[in-house]
């Protein structure tokens, strides 16, 4: 199956600034997701990430806040912008291998103080 | 945003001890996976179930698609402390939206 290698895998951040995650995967797939996982809980669905398409966002979430880039088929980045302390997540990625095959990065630990 | 309904919240058992869980909907799913995660890492894939009934088996794992197809059970035989964990279903409801729903989640502690 498809490995991600998703970085950075942690950092700490001022309020007021943007951070910029970035996935890579080893083989060209069509679909990427990006999820929120909060202290504790499930992971949340922020975007549909496709190539050559804007991004879909789940609701609650915004472009402005969480802008998605998608070049090519095998790479990702979802910033996180204007940071708050709620902001204070993991984010993970995650790509669609297979019919029903989906892996994921190993996550984006953010601190935001 | 939507999840699935999943329990038990969390479970302490005894080495050597079996574990059910189950994940239920008020939504038919057409795929139901499920997924452990590890601190620090992203969830594995454990079991894939692609259709109502389906019974399948990975090692000591065993998971079901409900015939309803709104629901889903993981169960774990002769638990051992590498078992500690999270433990997540996820669903697809649509083969159109391709978009991977996940449970509330069980978090496993092993006792030796």
């Known amino acids: 199956s498809a490995v991600i290698s998703q970085k950075p895998s942690r950092d700490i951040c001022q309020r007021g600034t943007s951070l910029t995650i970035q996935c890579q995967v080893d083989?060209?797939?069509?679909?990427m997701f990006w999820y929120r996982q909060q202290p504790g809980q499930s992971l949340t669905l922020i975007a549909t990430a496709n190539q050559g398409s804007e991004a879909t966002y789940e609701s609650g979430f915004v472009i402005d806040k969480f802008p998605i880039s998608r070049p090519n088929l095998t790479f990702s980045t979802l910033t996180v912008s204007n940071m708050s302390p709620e902001d204070s997540s993991i984010y993970l990625c995650?790509?669609?291998?297979?019919?029903?095959?989906?892996?994921f990065g190993s996550g984006t630990r953010l601190t935001v103080v | 945003g939507q999840q699935l309904n999943q329990s038990p919240q969390s479970m302490f058992i005894q080495e050597g001890e079996d574990v059910s869980m189950n994940c239920t909907s008020s939504?038919?799913?057409?795929?139901w996976l499920w997924y452990k995660q590890d601190p620090g890492e992203g969830p594995v894939l454990l079991i894939a179930?692609?259709?109502?009934?389906e019974l399948t088996s990975n090692g000591r794992l065993t998971a079901q698609f409900g015939i309803t197809r709104k629901d889903s059970f993981l169960n774990i035989s002769a638990s051992i402390p590498s078992d500690v964990g999270i433990y997540f279903c996820a669903g697809v409801r649509s083969y159109n939206t391709d978009k991977l729903i996940f449970g509330t989640g069980t978090r496993l502690q092993v006792f030796p």
């Open positions: 083989s060209q797939v069509t679909m």
């Open positions: 995650s790509a669609r291998v297979s019919q029903y095959g989906y892996t």
């Open positions: 939504s038919i799913f057409n795929t």
């Open positions: 179930l692609y259709k109502a009934g």
